[in-house]
């Protein structure tokens, strides 16, 4: 019962934006002082007002950039992360260990702190303002070669030596034997990259400057300063925004709750 409570609790917030996106301006204000929760009538003009505003505000567009740079960089970390951390989990060379633990104390440094520096060297690449200095700088990163060794040592070396006998090298038995039986890590760290490059602001914000390379919470908040007085409209933006990241952790829990809990077992 407990768990339900602060379950509905952490639902409230969705709850209510959803609920305000439904109102009508009259009906929002009205609400304001009793919290009233059922819109009276319910309607969908908030969003065609949001929608209807391509030319001031491309929705569609800054939604299609998030999309693009969201899957690509989960695709790209997905690539990189398997194969380094096959490397530091299964193959032998000299200085692995101290290497791996040089690469897990980056997570100590806060994001924000490699902005500028990331910043300058997108700029002497020319990659400022394009597809390229959204996707590249996320395209690798310590947590996922950290989740992916975990779980890649936690299989049994056996299932890889006969592998070996059946003629498969190093890659071979990375593709026919660990990924197969890495699909619950490799669901978890995809959907944690996804909804952490959909909801990256400062990154976007720095490395963008056209109003057609915005991402989607780039562009809702310059919605809301536009609007921060008209809360259906501005309840809505903020539901586009969030339902499609909603959505694909829903579908993707179970594996980010079995992928979790299997690298957490694997401690050697």
């Known amino acids: 019962m407990a768990l339900l409570l602060a379950a509905l609790l952490f639902l409230a917030p969705l709850a209510w934006m959803i609920s305000t996106s439904l109102k009508t301006p009259s009906d929002v204000i009205s609400g304001l002082g009793a919290v009233r929760w059922v819109p009276r009538p319910a ?9 209807g505003r391509a030319e001031e505000f491309p929705v569609w567009r800054w939604t299609g950039n998030s999309l693009f740079v969201a899957a690509a960089a989960t695709l ?10 096959y490397a530091y989990s299964r193959l032998r060379w000299r200085g692995r260990d101290a290497l791996f633990g040089l690469i897990v104390a980056t997570m100590l440094v806060p994001g924000q702190a490699l902005l500028v520096p990331s910043y300058l060297i997108i700029r002497n690449l020319g ?61 978890a760290l995809g959907i ?63 594996h980010i709750i079995k992928g979790i809990s299997l690298t957490g077992m694997a401690g050697r």
Do not use: K
């Open 127 to 187: 990659w400022f303002d394009t597809y390229l200095a959204l996707i590249v700088p996320a395209g690798a990163a310590a947590f996922g070669v950290f989740l992916l060794r975990q779980f890649f040592v936690a299989i049994p070396a056996e299932l890889e030596e006969a592998a070996r006998l059946d003629g498969c090298g190093p890659l071979g038995v990375l593709r026919h034997v660990v990924l197969p039986l890495s699909l619950p890590a490799l669901a």
């Open 192 to 254: 944690f990259t996804f909804l952490g490059t959909w909801n990256a602001f400062e990154a976007p914000l720095l490395y963008t400057d056209s109003l057609e390379m915005r991402t989607l919470p780039i562009g809702i908040t310059i919605f809301q300063g536009r609007y921060n007085t008209q809360y259906g409209p501005m309840m809505a933006a903020a539901a586009l925004a969030a339902v499609p990241a909603v959505l694909a952790f829903l579908a993707f829990q179970r």
């Open 76 to 85: 790209l970390v997905l690539v990189v992360d398997t194969l380094a951390a």
């Open 43 to 51: 309607t969908p003009q908030n969003y065609t007002d949001v929608l």
